[in-house]
Structures are given as structure tokens and as C-alpha cells.
């Protein structure tokens, strides 16, 4: 998907079924020229400082813990994309 429609922004739930977690599709989609450029956030439940730290290691550029708050979200993806 990501070397065919080349988005600009991504949201992952850490929690994903099959066989990558967020953390690991995020560590892909930055790790590949094609795709480095995308922003990734990284929404989850998961808040322990191992979890931020883990995000931080994937390089996703804002990690959002729920519950969240819509706006918020909507302003931080706003942001990002302009």
C-alpha cells in the first residue's frame, strides 16, 4: 500500500492482528526510501515509558495514548500535514 498510494501521513494502532504490531510497521515504513518521508503516529492503550520509548526507537514522529481526544487529533494531524 505505502509504495503505491505514497501517503503522507499514517495512524497505527500499536495493537494490530496478523503478523506486525504498530511498532514494526512503523520501523518498516521509515526504514525505506520510498516511504521515510510518511509521518507516523502511533495510537495506543500501551503508556508505560518502555512503550513511548519503544515508539521513539521505531522513529514514529508522535506517539497518542487513549484515550484521546478527537480534536486534539485532528489538530495534531493538521499540523503535521501543513
Same mark, same amino acid.
Request: proline fraction near 5%; include cysteine; aromatic fraction near 6%.
Given at each position: 500500500?505505502?509504495?503505491? *498510494?505514497?501517503?503522507?501521513?499514517?495512524?497505527?494502532?500499536?495493537?494490530?492482528? &496478523?503478523?506486525?504490531? &504498530?511498532?514494526?510497521?512503523?520501523?518498516?515504513?521509515?526504514?525505506?526510501? *520510498?516511504?521515510?518521508?510518511?509521518?507516523?503516529?502511533?495510537?495506543?492503550?500501551?503508556?508505560?515509558?518502555?512503550?513511548? *520509548?519503544? &515508539?521513539?526507537?521505531?522513529?514514529?514522529?508522535?506517539?497518542?495514548?487513549?484515550?484521546?481526544?478527537?480534536? *486534539?487529533?485532528?489538530?495534531?494531524?493538521?499540523?503535521?500535514?501543513?
Amino acid at each position: 500500500f505505502i509504495k503505491q *498510494e505514497r501517503p503522507d501521513l499514517v495512524l497505527l494502532d500499536v495493537m494490530m492482528p &496478523g503478523q506486525f504490531n &504498530g511498532f514494526q510497521v512503523c520501523q518498516i515504513i521509515k526504514s525505506r526510501q *520510498e516511504s521515510k518521508h510518511c509521518k507516523v503516529i502511533l495510537l495506543s492503550a500501551r503508556c508505560q515509558q518502555s512503550d513511548l *520509548e519503544q &515508539g521513539r526507537e521505531a522513529l514514529a514522529d508522535h506517539y497518542v495514548t487513549k484515550p484521546f481526544s478527537p480534536k *486534539e487529533l485532528l489538530i495534531l494531524v493538521d499540523s503535521m500535514l501543513n
